[in-house]
Structure formats: structure tokens, C-alpha cells
């Protein structure tokens, strides 16, 4: 009997230890989950994961860490710390391989490449990466571990406003000098690549946007970082979102667009949401729930 309370307090301990040391983003296992949308062959890729203590900094930075907490006892979720995944989207199409967003990169390190592997897709193969926003979790990925373009032979994409803060953020100073001569910027609401259009959602960063692909009928809406957790952001769409540079914005943006997505019923890819991340905005009363495509 001694002994088990000494090994579940080791346990106890160990796990407070571990909990400390593992909040923010860390690796996961590779994945790539294929559907067809028209004529592309869309694929979600996984990258890692970002673990978010519930402490009023990110989530419900208005209301506190135990309204969130509350919120997520609900969903039968731990109360602690707020999972997310970080996953990218693939859309090929004759020789095309568009890749939105990248993850988070060679530091962490992030599985894209080797979930790029999984899809049949060398990186020398991706013919243009398409970026949401700036977040090092979404461009994490374009440089490689000894600094070099990882993407060479591909056009990158980015909106002119998060290109121009990009540039104004010295920790991104090597990444932005070593990805500029394949950058091509745009406005948000501009046609990006056949078939997918950039679509402005603002508040996030300066230039957030999400991406509308579009073929034989059929459309898919990568929202980035519209909403962060299937749980929370769409609980409470109005709460403030501690990661968004304008918060004001950023809680309209989220109410508007899930409002619109809910109402039209599109398909979407949600890059923090449950790996794969596809599938349905539904509107509930006052609130929003994730209706994952199965
Ligand atoms: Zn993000």
C-alpha cells in the first residue's frame, strides 16, 4: 500500500513536471488524409500540435480561465491546458501541388515533411505554398533546418499587409530575407491560383485571409486561424482571442464568418481544429459546434 501511494505520488508529480515543460507547440505523428473536391485531390497534412495553458492569456482573455475552464468541462475536455492541433492543406490538380500554409518548422520540429512524404509529394514537387497569416506556425515551415528555402521550386503567396509586418519583425529577419525572391504578394479578396481565391478575414494579423477552392461545384474554405479551438472559439465566438493583433476585430471577423459558413453550410478546413480539421460549421442557438466530416 505504501508503496502505491509513493508511486502514485512520483506518478502525480511527474506529470505536473511534464505538464510545465510541455505547454506550447511539440511534434506529432505524420499524417495525410485525402478527398477529392471536383478536380483537386485536397489532402490535410499534420505538422504538430500546440498546447495552450488555460491561464486568461490566449483563450477567454476577457473572461478569465475559469469561465473557460467551465466551457470546457462541458465538452468532457481537461480543464488545464487547451490542445490544438497544427495541420496544413495540400490541393493538387494536374501538375499542380498548392500547399496552404506550413507549419511550424524545422525547430519544433514539425512532421509537414514527412506528412508530405505520406501524400506522395516531395517538396521540390510543390508548385506554389499559399500563406494565411504570418504566424510562425503557419510559415514555420518554409525554410528548412539549415536555412534554406524548403519549397524551392514554388511561388509563395502572401498578403501585402502581413508581407509588410512580416518584414517589420526582427526575430523573422533571416526567415523574410531568405524567402523573399519567391515571394508574390496580393490584396485580400484576390483571385490566388486557378480555381482558389483569397478571402480578406481581418483581426488576426494585418493580412489574415482564408482560401476558397473551388472546382466543379464543389467548394472548401481553409478559415487559418478564424477560430483556434472547435471547442471554445465557436462556444463563445465573442470572447477575446489573446493571439489576435486587433482582438476588437478579431471577435467580429469570427462571429460574421462562422454566422455565414454555418448559414450556407460550407465545407471547411480548420487548420487548429481536430486533425483533419474538414468538415462543418453548425449554428446552435446563441452559439456555433464543429460537425467533423467523418
Ligand atoms: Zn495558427
Not at 482573455?61 to 462541458?74: R, S
Not at 491546458?81 to 490541393?91: E, G, M, Q, W, Y
Not at 500554409?101 to 516531395?122: E, K, M, N, R, W
Amino acid at each position: 500500500m505504501k508503496f502505491l501511494c509513493i508511486s502514485i505520488l512520483v506518478t502525480l508529480f511527474a506529470t505536473a513536471e511534464a505538464f510545465a515543460a510541455d505547454t506550447g507547440p511539440q511534434p506529432a505523428q505524420p499524417g495525410a488524409e485525402t478527398f477529392t473536391l471536383g478536380d483537386f485531390r485536397i489532402t490535410a497534412l499534420r505538422d504538430a500540435v500546440n498546447v495552450v495553458p488555460n491561464d486568461g492569456s490566449v483563450f477567454g482573455a476577457d473572461v478569465g480561465p475559469e469561465a473557460v475552464a467551465e466551457v470546457l468541462t462541458k465538452a468532457g475536455q481537461p480543464t488545464e491546458a487547451i490542445t490544438l492541433s497544427v495541420d496544413a492543406l495540400l490541393a493538387q490538380r494536374g501538375g499542380e501541388a498548392i500547399l496552404i500554409d506550413t507549419g511550424v518548422g524545422p525547430t519544433i520540429p514539425g512532421a509537414l515533411a514527412s506528412s508530405l512524404t505520406l501524400a506522395g509529394i516531395a517538396p521540390e514537387e510543390v508548385t506554389a505554398v499559399l500563406i494565411t497569416h504570418v504566424h510562425s506556425d503557419h510559415i514555420g515551415g518554409l525554410i528548412t533546418e539549415d536555412g534554406r528555402p524548403a519549397f524551392k521550386h514554388a511561388v509563395i503567396k502572401i498578403s501585402e499587409p502581413d508581407w509588410e509586418w512580416l518584414q517589420k519583425q526582427p526575430a523573422m529577419a533571416e526567415l523574410s530575407r531568405v524567402i523573399a525572391p519567391q515571394v508574390k504578394t496580393f490584396k485580400p479578396g484576390e483571385d490566388v491560383a486557378m480555381g482558389i481565391k483569397s478571402v480578406r478575414i481581418p483581426g488576426h494579423t494585418p493580412g489574415h485571409v482564408g482560401y476558397m477552392i473551388s472546382s466543379q461545384g464543389e467548394t472548401l474554405l481553409d478559415v487559418g486561424d478564424t477560430a483556434h479551438s472547435s471547442i471554445i472559439s465557436l462556444a463563445k465566438p465573442d470572447w477575446a482571442m489573446g493571439y489576435d493583433t486587433d482582438v476588437a476585430v478579431g471577435r467580429t471577423s469570427r462571429r460574421e464568418v462562422l454566422a455565414q459558413l454555418a448559414r450556407v453550410h460550407q465545407l471547411v478546413f480548420a487548420p487548429h481544429f481536430p486533425y483533419p480539421g474538414v468538415g462543418w460549421i453548425v449554428s446552435t442557438n446563441d452559439h456555433f459546434e464543429w460537425l467533423p466530416k467523418k
